[in-house]
């Protein structure tokens, strides 16, 4: 299953370590949206950036088009 991950939030003011959780995550600009295959190392990235990001299955997507 993959994750699609939108970045809703700047990381202007943000603690460095959550800085690179999300360029780590390979968002750059606000409202970018990367996927990623679900795995137990990406969504630990994903908890510790939860207030930034933006997480949804990307068969939820399927499911709408």
Not at 19 to 43: C, M, P, W, Y
Request: no cysteine; proline share 2%.
């Amino acid at each position: 299953m993959k994750l699609r991950v939108r970045l809703v939030k700047s990381t202007i003011g943000n603690k460095p370590r959550n800085r690179r959780t999300v360029e780590a995550l390979g968002l750059h600009k606000v409202n970018q949206v990367v996927f990623h295959e679900d795995s137990a190392s990406i969504r630990g990235m994903l908890h510790n950036v939860r207030h930034l990001v933006e997480v949804k299955s990307s068969e939820d997507d399927n499911a709408t088009a």
